[in-house]
């Protein structure tokens, strides 16, 4: 692993954010007078941004809102969100003492997401591991952002690493779509919120569990 920059995907990849977005969703279905939104049907959207979740839940409700009405939910959204944002949300099994291993190992570490920066950090910080990154990159960060590629090769730049020894961990199709337009190897896992099964996703490696990462990422990084 030394030398090595592997990039994570956040919601979905890393971190089970799920109870919190769909409790955020849900607040300001309510604030519409709109009944809740099981969690199963936002789930496959969550990769699409806050702004797509409002849009299909309000659809789920046989509800539509014009651009002006959806962006108000969505500041409420980010504020109710921003003051809830790691009250369900955990890191998924093993994925924090596989980072630790990462990093002993000589990787360097990256955050590659849709979502804001600024609540990127947030979320990572009130979960204590803000600190196992060299680098947080999220939406806002650049001029471009996912599947654009050069939001994965800032990424990796922001974290010291090189393009030729990166490796992209992801769950959704966007993610798949990004490290392959950047030419960059890419390990899917199956335990997030893609819309599309996660053996069709088209990764190099399709994981179940972060205890399988570490093989994975050493089958990748091999000299070719």
């Known amino acids: 692993m030394r030398d090595a920059t592997i990039v994570f995907d956040l919601d979905g990849t890393l971190v089970d ?25 936002l789930r496959p959207w ?9 849009i299909e839940a309000l659809w789920a409700s046989d509800t539509e809102r014009s651009d002006a009405e ?17 009250v369900s949300s955990r890191p998924f099994d093993e994925a924090v003492a596989v980072l630790d291993r990462l990093r002993a190992a ?11 920066e600024a609540l990127s950090r947030q979320l990572l910080g009130e979960l204590a591991i803000l600190d196992r990154f060299d680098a947080i990159a999220g939406r806002d960060t650049f001029a471009v952002y996912k599947p654009h590629p050069d939001h994965l090769f800032g990424t990796i730049s922001l974290a010291g690493g090189l393009r030729e020894r990166a490796v992209m961990v992801g769950d959704s199709p966007t993610d798949i779509a ?26 190099d490696v399709l ?18």
Do not use: Q, W
């Open 17 to 41: 954010t799920a109870p919190d977005l769909v409790h955020a969703t849900n607040h300001v279905l309510g604030l519409c007078g709109l009944p809740k939104v099981p969690a199963e049907d």
């Open 46 to 54: 969550i990769s699409f941004g806050a702004r797509r979740m409002i």
């Open 70 to 86: 959806v962006d108000e939910l969505l500041e409420a959204f980010l504020a109710h969100y921003s003051a809830n944002i790691a």
């Open 106 to 116: 000589g990787a360097r570490l990256a955050i590659c997401t849709n979502k804001r």
């Open 178 to 203: 990004t490290a392959r337009a950047a030419g960059i190897k890419v390990v899917a896992v199956s335990f997030g919120y893609s819309e599309v099964a996660p053996e069709d996703l088209g990764a």
């Open 207 to 224: 994981i179940h569990h972060y205890a399988e990462l570490e093989n994975a990422l050493g089958g990748l990084l091999l000299p070719t």
